[in-house]
């Protein structure tokens, strides 16, 4: 299987049994924090995986570790990293290691209706705005018709941060609380070190969407 083919099963992933099985198994891997992640990835690319997926998954697994390292630091974080492609305006699954991968589910309703926009939650307002938006999910407009999805979970603080690749939104962090909160500079500045930190994983996942 070629490279973009698993990108083409990342951005259906919600119709898609086999990945999803996949995440599936990788998930609780990361949220155990493993030290012996890549044991348990090569024993899957022995069983169904190819070369070229392993790559994928492996930097999926890095941007995994990352999602982890944030919400060490920032209380009561449930933290998400998604991936933005401008060229079709839509928005893509990249990592959440401590989610369910049915959490993800509505994205792909968005990107079928197109729906992806400034008004989409805190992410579509941090992706068109390009800047940091905070939102309290019971009230925020913002959340409209998906507001019942993120309560369900008992989310009542969103907060979305974009990241770039020179002057290109490629994606942004989505950061779930239990709580009503406001967020510290000290967060935001957090995120933002260690974008530059797992900077190589980023970019290549933001290429693999991106093609």
Known sequence: M?????????????????IKALL????????????????HL?????????ENEFQVINMKMELGKLCLDLEKAIPDGHVT??????????????AAPNFPVEFFDFFNDINEKRAFG???????????NREVVVTDIQSSPLWGPYREHFTRY????GWSIPFFREDDVIGTFAIYHRTQRGVKKE????????????????????????E
Do not use: W
């Not at 198994?25 to 012996?36: G, W, Y």
């Not at 008992?154 to 603080?157: A, D, L, S, V, Y």
């Not at 935001?188 to 190589?200: F, R």
């Open 24 to 39: 599936q198994k990788i998930n609780p891997l990361l949220a155990q924090n493993e030290e012996n992640i890549r044991v």
């Open 81 to 94: 990293m998604l991936f933005y492609c401008q060229k079709e305006n839509k928005i893509y699954h990249g």
């Open 118 to 128: 400034e008004t989409c939650g805190s992410c579509g307002a941090a992706v068109h």
């Open 187 to 210: 967060e935001i500045a957090l995120v933002q070190k260690k974008i530059t930190q797992y900077q190589e994983a980023i970019y290549y996942m933001a290429e693999q969407i991106a």
């Open 42 to 50: 090569d024993a899957l690319v022995n069983q169904v995986i190819s």
């Open 2 to 18: 070629r490279n973009k083919d698993i990108v083409v099963y990342m951005k259906q992933y919600a119709a898609n049994k086999r």
């Open 154 to 157: 008992g989310f009542q603080t």
